[in-house]
């Protein structure tokens, strides 16, 4: 007993020692890229928009390193190997949505706009309204979305540093130390984005989905090398570990569940699982840190080649979780997943350390196995908390310190340094929230981003490229009531109080039954940019007619 407990001590010293090394090593190249773009970036251009310089297959990667986030490596994996079959849901509703964005948004959105996407909803209408509007969504979102990435960080953290309940490291808990990696998250993206800007980014994101694409290749490889190719094996296993049989594999095991004796709780819950699809799939067309993306382009051809690259790498990396998700329910358990972490984020690292014992043998070699995807997993993370802060920091400082504050009459170095200063602030404020959210998948949370998103962004952009009617009253009312009613849902729904998965767990003040507010919120946002236009007099057309050849043909474009 005294030799495993040795063995067993060897491991995590070994994880620790290696984990820390190769995290160091991608903080120091990644700081090394940032320094160096922060010596090619001049102007605002360059700050917000790398230049405009990146090629479409560069942007590709990019895009799939900003939206391959720790949702889809970490809490993605955790929910397949949970609830199996519905699990794979958010895979298909996060990549089914680039089809909204290839077709609806990229090439019209490169066109009209210049850093964010308030420049094309101002456009045609009053300045400084409709951009207060537009930062106030972004900055939601935004904030939004971190809180899943601090949380997968924080969630990480304890079982890299092997930190189980009882045991400490440096003299910290595992409470403790989820806390003090959340802050040092924060600090690190802080530092990207103050320093390198939109082109020290973008490299950070380039570098990150490499090392996704390749650490997910290999375990997806091992999984089934360790069945021997059989699909058939491997879900079979994965259904008997799971405690729930065939069930497993069909849906209804999360999500449109059937109460018995109870039809209204069946009504709610196939409800929330309808209300999850409209917020997946059209959430991605109004997330900020992707639609800047876009301007990192030369041209609009670029940008939808940009986006089918993103697919394509997207797609295939979203193939890979199901065999992440069912290999941790096969070879990990649902009692030692949920043991380390109760909404299951630690299921594709520890699926890792398994096939490490299993191909390099010993705990050593699962040590190993474990510091490499973990190293990916906080690259994930701090790629992703670097574009969303950009974002956010980019709207503050471009929208509403440049042209509402100050009415345009700013000049541009003035311009970066707020969107310097409001990252650092966006960064306090998201570290300070993700404290309290960490009983959450962040799978989860990510998805009721995709919901805020997709109720205050998307009508706007929707109602502004294409319905010549639209005015600042429908954008104003478009946003807000998206985002007020999307807030509002979620803030008295289950996912902040009433239950033990809950934000708040001892408190109760819900009453709306749905955990994702897409269903409601999503319409809301598009009536409420309809009867706001209607009620106003206030048009157009000459504008929009000039909107609609840039959207279309590039003209004017910047």
Same mark, same amino acid.
């Given at each position: ?58 942007? /590709?990667?990019?895009?799939? /390193? ?49 850093? @964010? ?15 207060? #509007?537009?930062?106030? %969504? ?75 694409? %390749?650490?997910?290749?290999?375990? @997806? ?25 065939? #069930? ?17 709780? @069946? ?15 059209? /959430? ?27 697919? /394509? ?7 890979? @979780? ?99 200063? %409001? ?69 008295? %729904? ?65």
């Amino acid at each position: 007993m005294k030799g495993i407990l040795l063995a067993a001590e060897a491991g995590n010293s070994t994880a620790r020692t290696l984990t820390i090394t190769l995290f160091l090593v991608f903080v120091a190249v990644t700081l090394g890229i940032t320094v160096w773009a922060s010596r090619q970036t001049k102007t605002a251009t360059d700050y917000y928009a790398g230049g405009r310089s990146f090629s479409g297959f560069q942007n /590709g990667m990019a895009i799939g /390193g900003d939206y391959m986030s720790a949702a889809s490596f970490l809490g993605i994996a955790g929910i397949i190997a949970l609830y199996g079959y519905d699990g794979f849901l958010y895979s298909i509703g996060f990549l089914v949505a680039w089809l909204v964005a290839l077709l609806l948004v990229a090439e019209l959105l490169r066109n009209s706009g210049r850093y @964010t996407m308030a420049d094309v909803l101002a456009f045609r209408m009053r300045q400084k309204p409709v951009r207060t #509007a537009a930062a106030v %969504s972004t900055i939601t979102v935004s904030i939004f979305y971190l809180l899943a990435q601090m949380v997968g960080a924080g969630a990480l953290v304890a079982l890299l540093l092997g930190i189980r309940p009882g045991t400490t490291f440096l003299g910290m808990d595992a409470d403790a130390a989820k806390i003090a990696t959340i802050i040092m998250v924060g600090a690190l993206m802080i530092i990207y984005v103050t320093v390198g800007g939109m082109k020290g980014t973008t490299y950070v994101q380039i570098v990150k989905a490499f090392l996704l694409m %390749s650490g997910a290749l290999v375990m @997806t490889i091992l999984v089934l090398a360790h069945y021997k190719f059989n699909l058939s094996n491997l879900l079979g296993d994965a259904a008997n570990a799971s405690g729930k049989g065939s #069930a497993f594999l069909e849906p209804g095991l999360r999500y449109g569940v059937e109460v018995a004796g109870n039809s209204a709780q @069946t009504f709610y819950n196939k409800m929330d699982l309808l209300s999850l699809g409209i917020a997946l799939v059209l /959430g991605t067309a109004g997330l900020p840190h992707i639609l800047i993306r876009f301007y990192t382009v030369p041209t609009a051809k670029t940008a939808r080649k940009s986006v089918l690259w993103a697919i /394509g790498i997207i797609g295939t990396f979203y193939l890979f @979780t199901l065999a992440l998700g069912f290999g941790a329910a096969a070879l990990v358990g649902r009692e030692a997943i949920t043991a380390q972490d109760a909404a299951g984020n630690t299921a594709a690292p520890q699926l890792a350390e398994a096939l490490g014992v299993d191909f390099l043998g010993g705990d050593v070699g699962g040590a190993a196995m474990l510091a490499i995807i973990a190293a990916v997993a906080f690259a994930t993370i701090l790629a992703v908390v670097a574009g969303l802060t950009l974002a956010s920091s980019s709207s503050l400082a471009h929208d509403f310190y440049a042209n509402v504050v100050k009415g345009g009459q700013v000049s541009e170095r003035q311009e970066v340094n707020v969107a310097r200063i %409001s990252a650092l602030v966006i960064g306090a404020i998201s570290i300070v929230l993700s404290i309290f959210a960490q009983n959450l998948n962040v799978a989860f949370l990510v998805a009721l981003a995709f919901a805020v998103a997709a109720s205050g962004n998307l009508p706007a952009i929707l109602y502004s490229l294409f319905w010549k009617r639209f005015n600042t009253s429908g954008a104003v009312w478009a946003i807000y009531g998206g985002l007020i009613s999307a807030v509002g849902l979620v803030f008295f %729904s289950p996912v902040v109080s009433g239950a033990a998965t809950s934000m708040f767990p001892n408190q109760d003040w819900q009453w709306f039954p749905l955990s994702n507010p897409g269903l409601i919120s999503i319409p809301v946002g598009f009536l409420c940019g309809w009867i706001g236009t209607l009620v106003s007099k206030e048009t157009d057309a000459d504008k929009y007619a000039e909107l609609e050849v840039r959207a279309l043909t590039g003209s004017g474009a910047h």
